[in-house]
Each structure stands twice: as structure tokens, then as C-alpha cells.
């Protein structure tokens, strides 16, 4: 099998965090921004994940791959059922603008698989400024500004659910809550709580998905 992503992208981490929890042997193909013919050949859509099985066939919708690597992986691997995540999404929620101001123009300056030529940064580029209505420079002219809210809002975060007090397993909410927050540490700078720092490191280790500290911009 295949796993069609983006490195950047928490939909495709989501995924990622599943396969590799459940010990899926998938293969992880990184496609460029642009690449929009390989996404419409595969479902008919320009989005990822997306998710081949070796005879062809072919699905989208990360949560929905999410589930079906989970029937397909290993049963001793099991994944903890939903809690109440939905305070702490909405609490995050509150701050998406000025987490995309900060995220945005990062995600094309870490040298990502995505990026790696100028047409896909283009591409991102042009659709990201539209979104945050404001150039890539105004935004990270900016980052003193959003990165203060941001930091608000990790602070009074609500208590995360930390893998090792779960015996070290993964949960559905880690799944919607992780991606977010592990993007956060490409900022350079940004002040993660310790307990916020810790629940990121965590999820990291038990899913084996990479987080950005160590080349934060």
C-alpha cells in the first residue's frame, strides 16, 4: 500500500500517526504541492491524504483512512476511544488566524519534500496569502504579534491526555489534537508550556511522526 501525503499537512499526519502506531507496512509518498493530475487520478479530488492499496484501488478523507489502518493493522495496538476533545479543539480553534499567519510562511522555508521546487512553493504561496489576506512577509513581520496570541492560548490550554499516563497508547482525540500542535513547533521562539511540550514529545514518540523543534523559523 501507499500513503499519498504531505509532510506539513495534519490531515496527512493523522494518517501517518495510525499507520505507523498500528504497524502498517505503507509506503509514504511525498507528492509536490502542485502536483494536482496525481491527486484527481487517484480520487478525483486535489486533497491528501490518500490512500492505494496494491490493487489499485484508491480512498481519501484522512479520518477515514485513519479507521481503515486501524482495522488493518495490529490488534494488540489498540486506540483508545474519544473523550471530551472538543473544548480543547474549540479552545485552539480560537486562534486559527494567527496560527496560519505563523504556519504558513514556515511551512515553504523548512525544506519540506512538498516544496522542493519553486512552482510548489508558488503554488502554496498564492493560496495561503489568500486565505490570511496578507502577503508572506506582513505575516512573519507580524510573528512578535500572533506568536503572543498563540502563546495565550497554549497557556490556558486544557489538560492534555498524556500517552504515558494511558500505558503508552495512542487515543482518537491524540489524532485530532496532536497534528495541530506538532505543527506549532516550527515556530522558532513560540513558548510551549511544559505539560503542552511534553503531550507533543509523547504522541511523537508513539507514533514515530517527526516534530519540528529541532529546525524551528
Known sequence: MKLYLYDHCPFCVRAEMVAHYKQVPVEQVYLLNDDEASCFALIGAK??????FDDGRAMGESLDIARKLDELGNPAQVIRPHGDYLPIQEHINQVRLANWCLLFPRD????????????????????????????????LAETAEHRAVVEEMLASL?????PSAHGDTLGWDDVLLYPGLRNLSMVKGLAFPPAVRAYVEEVARITATQTYFERAV
Open 47 to 52: 486533497q491528501v491524504p490518500i490512500l492505494q
Open 108 to 139: 515553504i522555508a523548512l525544506g519540506l519534500p512538498e516544496f522542493a521546487t519553486q512552482s510548489a512553493r508558488d503554488y502554496f504561496q498564492a493560496k495561503k496569502e489568500q486565505i490570511i489576506q496578507r502577503p508572506f512577509a506582513q505575516a
Open 158 to 162: 486544557p489538560p492534555l491526555p498524556l
